[in-house]
């Protein structure tokens, strides 16, 4: 929080008329039966249908509750209750009132009043949380206090510890001290009061306070809000639209929208990273505003925002630990160990990114946000509370030798404070998930989830992070068919061990995704998973000589004594003393490894030593100096790189030095940002070559997009749009023909004319009179002149030629300049058009990579729909077969039969049948990929010298292949 500046976050809830309704995502508005119902992949469960087990998270939570109990009511409304100019006699005080509260609650402060709402919000977590009436007894009597202090000032249905006069002064320009986000808190607070505890006067002061902020707002010019929106506001366009949610009163919706700031969203939308020097607090509340207009009004901007920006900010602007910013401001992508201060990881922010997070695992369900949310649970929330005292701190600092400075019982209310009623109340939020069908299981915390409406009850018991396994027990009065995903970890690089009843179960996935556990359970079955740890290094992008060290999910800090360190707490004669701090680091504090000489401590988990070094889990490190980024000793800074793609480098150089291809370019992309790109022999960026296969992706994409306007049906058959086809053939479905596998015959039968065909109509001409097996299982065949079919359809569809068709649909939204399916090549066996006559560059088809790992969306702008990539993944084949030595065992050793999809190739797949390793056959050298598992993509542009590589019989198709595999090994190192 900056000085005179503070910030904080809300706790974003799915809101219902219904008590403790989930979180997140999306529910029906109150009275409208039209309200838009985004496609969601998971859903919450309500907070009272899990329920804690001994841990260190309940434990944190029982010490927040304490504290939240023990506070007094008359302290907390005094503020209150003096703006309203009411009696505040205390006959047995002092003072003859009660005492007023200090830091940033004091009389005096401009923010004063904002812990009430945080406060609020604390109490129905933990009523929702334990089930207990006691926190429930004291958020009554809190809301029927301001209850009256609303009818007592007057105001049109205003409410707050300070004077409205505030909010002239912000609507005016006038410096005070961050009023909207103050009054954010308190609608934050009453809004959760009666979502889950079922208050319905939290309800009628919310209305009442809406109605004063929409008749002071309505009548306001863009210009004045825009001044207006200058100044920090938290969460209020998320509060509203919660509000809205629940009334359906289209004021609420409107009130939402007036808070949304340009200034800061429209980059974002664009895809644009300026938050460079932003104050982060500012900043991240909005997004969860926008992630809540997407889920109540089908809005996609407000996606594009808020995965853009979770995207970059995880990227490019966190610590090891899952916290951001320095001094509370964003720095330039990437420069972390730039920024390794005493003033790091404000805990506002990760509590709102942890609430983003939730937001895109409903919407894409996708173990990387739940990878996260564990890093900056374990890691950044569950220490940010003092096991002794229940305190907790503003900062976590990464400087080497700085400590945690925690707050006082009622001298502080830091904006940090605030969060953390609500951070150490609601662990429960993000154990488990559903889908309608199955749960996800995404964390590992002792719990017990009860499952009305399926009959089931699932029992979590581990000692996770110290222990390697979990156990999971079902409980339900009749067989049930319930499957379980369970989360497999991006760290967990060292496998996976899964058994039911005792039993060693065989999987299938890989790390960084879900374990899919698909069964009709009976009462008492077991789950045991075990998921090894090791030992690994988290690097600053910047700087690879500076790296923190973790074990499985836990980042460990080594214990540095306590040398010229005073208590650490803060001292209430200085509300801003945590913001410039002096941690008095002595000169001789040690702050670099050798991690090869790191060992466990026998006897004690979590824990281990090197040359005098003890090292523990950051989150257990108290009261006591600690390093977190260490100086790697040279030997190993020199020994370990940053994605090191020599590998890669060494494999292409060999091809061209063997003249397989005269040239080549290779780029890879990991979480949306090029890693890596290299141009070998003649090949520059701007080189243009012929694609072959990889451009029946392409065609598939602009065909999707054919298909999206709703001219062409996934389900349409040949006959209808080619009625010459009559045999079987005309019974093919659109989705057979771009699977790969429409079972022509190859490319051109011996014997017959060149396929060099100057337009679709005249190679459909051709291919009406060929064989073919359409049936789903059928043994695979060339796919081109399918495709050839298919192209066909979507220019009598469209009434448009095929090359206008891919350039309006895919190239022009792409930027693809240089990207054309012409016929100019008259080669033998390169059939123009669909087959092999697309010519692409490298960077032009990385856009294209880019589009369909994003879902469809291409910097903020949606080309595809999610569905059309989605069906473009899926199996249309029936598994078709595929013959020993073909593509996938010569290229990978292995033997499958699933590996079609439409216009690619689905290598790989997870145990629910989902594509996870994505490309298109490098026939001609040219060979894309997607690989979900790491979330890159990578394309290597050549052009296969046919004459010498058959001379040794190398293959370019079973070459292109091995890349993705080299770039897995290169990134897990």
């Known amino acids: 929080m900056v000085r005179r500046k503070p910030h904080i976050g809300l706790l974003c809830l799915l809101l219902s008329a219904l008590l403790s309704r989930a979180q997140y995502p999306v529910q029906q508005l109150i009275g409208q039966s039209t309200a838009v119902q985004p496609v969601m992949k998971a859903y919450s469960f309500d907070l009272k249908d899990i329920r804690l087990l001994d841990s260190r998270f309940k434990d944190n939570m029982t010490r927040e509750g304490r504290w939240l109990l023990a506070l007094p009511n008359e302290r907390l409304i005094h503020s209150f209750r003096v703006n309203a100019g009411m009696l505040t006699d205390k006959k047995d005080g002092k003072t003859k009132m009660p005492e007023p509260l200090g830091g940033w609650e004091a009389l005096d402060m401009e923010l004063r009043g904002h812990s009430i709402g945080h406060i609020l919000s604390g109490l129905a977590l933990q009523y929702a949380s334990t089930g207990n009436e006691a926190f429930k007894k004291k958020s009554d009597s809190l809301v029927t206090s301001l209850a009256e202090v609303q009818k007592a000032l ?156 979770w995207n970059e900010v995880v990227a490019q602007h966190t610590y090891a ?33 942890l609430k983003i997070t939730r937001h895109l695992f409903c919407w894409y369900a996708k173990a990387l946000y739940a990878d996260y949310y564990e890093q900056a649970l ?76 399926k009959g089931i009850t699932l029992t979590q018991e581990t000692k996770f992070p110290e222990t390697a396994t979990t156990q999971f027990t079902i409980s339900s009065n009749a067989p049930v068919d319930v499957p379980l995903y369970i989360r497999y970890p991006a760290w967990a690089k060292d496998g996976a061990e899964v058994k039911i009843n005792g039993r060693n179960i065989k999987q299938y996935n890989k790390p960084g995704n879900y374990i899919v556990l698909n069964r ?38 080594g214990k540095m004594g306590t040398q010229d360190m005073p208590a650490p707490f803060h001292d209430p004669a200085d509300p801003y003393q945590y913001y410039n701090y002096d941690y008095k680091v002595p000169a001789t504090l040690v702050h670099s490894l050798d991690p090869a000489q790191i060992r466990p401590v026998n006897g004690s988990p979590l824990t281990f030593t090197t040359k005098g070094i003890t090292l523990v889990p950051y989150y257990n490190l108290h009261h006591e100096r600690y390093v977190v980024y260490w100086d790697l000793e040279k030997a190993t800074a020199q020994a370990t790189h940053k994605y090191d793609f020599t590998p890669v480098e060494k494999k292409v150089q060999g091809w061209i030095d063997s003249s397989y291809y005269p040239g080549a370019g290779v780029i890879i992309a990991k979480d949306n940002r090029v890693i890596y790109e290299h141009y070998f022999g003649s090949y520059q960026p ?30 349409d058959k040949v006959r209808k749009w080619l009625p010459e086809f009559k045999d079987g053939k005309g019974e093919a479905t659109l989705a ?90 008259e ?113 290597i542009l050549a052009r296969i010298n046919t004459e010498n590589a058959g001379k040794t019989g190398f293959s370019s198709f079973y070459a292109g292949s091995q890349l993705p595999v080299m770039v897995r090994q290169i990134l897990e190192f």
């Open 827 to 939: 080669t033998p066996g390169h059939n123009p058009m669909i087959g092999g006559g697309a010519r692409c560059t490298l960077r032009d088809y990385a856009a294209f990579l880019s589009m369909i790992s994003g879902d469809g969306v291409y910097k903020g702008k949606r080309v595809l729909s999610e569905q059309a990539v989605k069906v473009m993944q899926a199996d249309h084949t029936g598994k078709a077969y595929v013959k020993y030595g073909e593509f996938v065992h010569n290229a990978r050793h292995t033997s499958r039969n699933d590996i079609y999809g439409l216009g690619e190739w689905r290598e790989e797949v997870c145990a629910n049948n989902e594509a996870v390793l994505i490309s298109s056959p490098g026939w001609a050298g040219a060979y894309p990929w997607i690989d979900k598992t790491n979330n890159t993509y990578g394309f």
């Open 154 to 309: 007057g105001q049109d249905g205003y409410l707050s510890a300070y004077p409205r006069y505030y909010i002239d002064r912000n609507i005016a320009g006038k410096a005070v001290w961050a009023p909207w986000y103050t009054l954010h808190k308190i609608f934050a607070g009453l809004i959760d009061t009666y979502s889950l505890t079922g208050n319905p006067q939290a309800l009628e002061i919310l209305n009442g306070m809406a109605g004063w902020a929409y008749n002071k707002l309505a009548t306001l010019s863009s210009q004045q809000l825009a001044g207006m929106l200058k100044n920090e506001y938290g969460g209020m366009n998320e509060a509203f639209y919660n509000l809205y949610a629940i009334t359906g009163n289209p004021q609420h919706l409107e009130l939402a929208r007036l808070f949304y700031h340009h200034a800061a969203l429209d980059p974002l939308a664009e895809q644009e990273d300026r938050l460079n020097k932003l104050h982060a607090n500012t900043i991240i509340p909005k997004i969860t505003g926008e992630a809540r207009n997407y889920e109540l009004t089908g809005n996609e901007k407000g996606k594009q925002i808020a995965t853009y920006f």
């Open 736 to 825: 057979q023909l771009l699977s790969h596998t429409a079972g022509y015959p190859d490319y051109q039968p011996e014997g017959r004319r060149p396929d060099n065909y100057q337009s679709l109509e005249e190679s459909v001409a051709h291919i009406v009179s060929l064989p073919a097996d359409t049936a789903p299982g059928a043994v695979f065949h060339y796919g081109g002149l399918a495709m050839q079919v298919a192209g066909r359809m979507a220019e009598l569809a469209t009434g448009k030629q095929w090359e206008t068709i891919f350039q309006e649909k895919i190239a022009i939204p792409l930027g693809m300049k240089d990207t054309h399916f012409t016929p100019v090549d």
């Open 378 to 453: 374990y890691n950044h929330i569950l220490g940010q509370q003092d096991p002794a005292t229940g305190m907790v701190c503003y900062f976590t600092p990464m400087l080497a030798g700085a400590y945690r400075l925690y707050s006082t019982y009622d001298r502080s209310f830091w904006c940090c404070v605030g969060s953390g009623f609500e951070s150490h109340s609601k662990y429960a939020e993000a154990i488990y998930y559903h889908d309608g069908k199955g749960i996800y299981i995404n964390l590992f915390i002792p719990s017990v989830l009860t499952w009305k409406e």
């Open 686 to 715: 701007g080189t243009v070559a012929y694609i072959a296969s990889a451009g029946k992706w392409l065609a598939a994409a602009a065909i999707a997009a054919v298909v999206d306007e709703g001219r062409l049906s996934w389900n």
């Open 321 to 353: 630990i899952g916290s951001n910013s320095d001094h509370e401001h964003f720095f330039g992508p990437g420069k972390i160990a730039a920024h390794l201060t005493g003033y790091t990881g404000e805990t506002c922010n990760t509590y709102n990114m």
């Open 520 to 557: 009709k359970w009976k009462n008492g079955d077991k789950i045991e998973v075990t998921y090894p740890m090791s030992l690994r290094l988290v690097k600053a992008p910047d700087d690879s000589t500076k790296a923190a060290i973790a074990y499985g999910p836990v980042v460990l800090a």
